[in-house]
């Protein structure tokens, strides 16, 4: 019975009806030396009871778990910094690995945290918070002049924020790394440092995408043949040598070349090179001009898909923009407008749903501001496939008896966002908590009595 009720007792965990007594009867649980069901520490909005019984929890992976939380206060995990565990500290520095929405920022943790996680006896916590990618800008600023080169090294992340000060101390720094990290930070307009680090084997890769090249050193490099993607991508190669790149015999090296900025888009199209389906579109310079509507102009108009893809990342498209690449060929490019673009448009929305469907299109039907809710019941109740059927769910005018004959549909997704709804009428829902496909979305239903759920956590054995 307690394997059949799990599934159960997790949608309860994640039911946004819970009565705090009810969730704080979950948060003590054991769960067999588990915790309880994670669900319960990624609440938004924990009540400051559940948050004190969290902290003294004698499981070590609920602390753990909290500390992970992308929806706790960044004040609430802080609590955890103090923890006697190194693994919960750890997981407190380095923060939450995922987030529910991915266009979102996890708020970092208060300066005085990150200091006193930074002073931590355990090396595996200071290294955690020095790989964290949530630290704020201030905290970073801070760590230039800091004893441990790791630190220092860390403030590097924020080269073009630090004073000329700590540009000048940081590339005469007594360690090696730290010398090698700042001087690829600088190297961009230093023809002096880039020939330096490529006569550093482990600096060279980087020193060939960024370092300002002279011309002599850039046609040694062509010759030897070595890295020559990189070399491809470098902003100050001389115009001879990317013409000579752009035939190279690497598929690679051409498709480097064609993503040049300076090229017009007539040379671009002249490139033999080859994308590949599911390239994210990882332009440096678009990346880098993410707000800068010239260079998203360049990107949104080329004929280069990958140029496209990069572009449609941005959520500064303007309006113009937006509807050019909402019209785009392109999957990737339709997908990531409807990731990352609040506007974007119904239609794609619906295209980009239709196409991944699973967890990614449960997310963008919750997730996305502008995907749709009125009028899918009368749309897609009927309509041949369950990927468009669960979509009828979501309309504010289904009315409980659609709800009830979604809940028996053929698709189990469609069944299981009937589960969910709140209008499914009561004896349906009871019975939906008793099978084993529906029992957690049930679970999770807010009409659920408190009854049942205390009933639920009974047969899972949570103490009472």
């Known amino acids: 019975m307690v394997a059949f009720y799990s599934s159960a007792l997790d949608g309860v965990a994640a039911n946004p009806a819970l009565p705090t007594h009810l969730l704080l009867r979950l948060i003590a649980f054991d769960g067999g030396g588990e915790g309880p069901p994670f669900q319960a520490l990624h609440r938004p909005g924990l009540p400051e009871q559940a948050v004190a019984a969290v902290l003294a929890h004698p499981v070590l992976n609920t602390r753990v778990q909290f500390a992970r939380s992308g929806q706790a206060e960044p004040g609430q995990r802080a609590r955890l910094a103090v923890d006697p565990s190194p693994e919960v500290r750890a997981t407190v ?94 190297c961009t307009h230093d023809a002096r440092l880039t020939a330096a680090l490529l006569r550093d084997p482990t600096a060279l890769p980087v020193a060939l995408r960024r370092g300002l090249l002279r011309h ?85 108009t080329s004929a280069h898909p990958l140029l496209r893809r990069a572009a449609a990342r941005s959520p500064l498209l303007p309006p113009d923009l937006l509807r050019l690449l909402a019209e785009d060929t392109d999957d990737i490019v339709r997908t990531h407008l409807a990731v990352y673009h609040p506007d974007t448009p119904e239609h794609v929305l619906m295209s980009v749903y239709a196409r991944l469907g699973g967890t990614f299109s449960a997310w963008m039907t919750t997730g996305h501001p502008r995907f749709p809710r009125e009028g899918l019941a009368a749309r897609f109740a009927d309509h041949p496939d369950g990927t468009y059927r669960q979509l009828a769910v979501r309309d504010p005018a289904a009315g409980p008896g659609l709800i009830e004959r979604l809940s028996h549909d053929p698709d189990t997704w469609t069944r299981q966002a009937a589960a969910a709804d709140p209008r499914l009428p009561l004896p349906r829902l009871l019975e939906a908590l008793t099978l084993p496909e529906l029992a957690r979305s049930a679970g999770a239903n807010p009409a659920l009595p408190p009854s049942e759920m205390a009933l639920v956590m009974d047969e899972a054995g949570v103490p009472a």
Do not use: M
Request: proline residues 9%; hydrophobic residues 45%.
């Open 93 to 186: 520095a380095y923060g939450p690995e995922w987030t529910h929405d991915p266009r979102k920022k996890v708020r970092p943790l208060p300066d005085a945290v990150c200091a006193r996680l930074l002073a931590d006896s355990e090396p595996s916590v200071r290294s955690a918070l020095l790989d964290s990618p949530h630290l704020a800008p201030s905290f970073l600023v801070s760590l230039a002049r800091h004893p441990d080169p790791a630190a220092r090294r860390a403030a590097l992340r924020l080269w073009d924020d630090l004073s000329a000060d700590a540009h000048t101390a940081l590339l005469g720094d007594p360690d090696p790394e730290v010398r090698r990290s700042a001087a690829l930070r600088a």
């Open 216 to 300: 002599a050193d850039a046609e040694r490099l062509l010759s030897e043949g070595v890295h020559l993607a990189e070399l491809a991508r470098n902003p100050s190669l001389p115009a001879d040598l990317v013409d000579l790149l752009a035939v190279d015999p690497d598929d690679g090296v051409r498709l480097a070349v064609s993503l040049r900025p300076e090229l017009t888009e007539a040379r671009r199209a002249a490139i033999d090179f080859t994308v590949a389906p599911h390239a994210r579109g990882d332009v440096d310079w678009v990346a880098a001009g993410i707000a800068d509507q010239d260079v998203l102009r360049r990107a949104a």
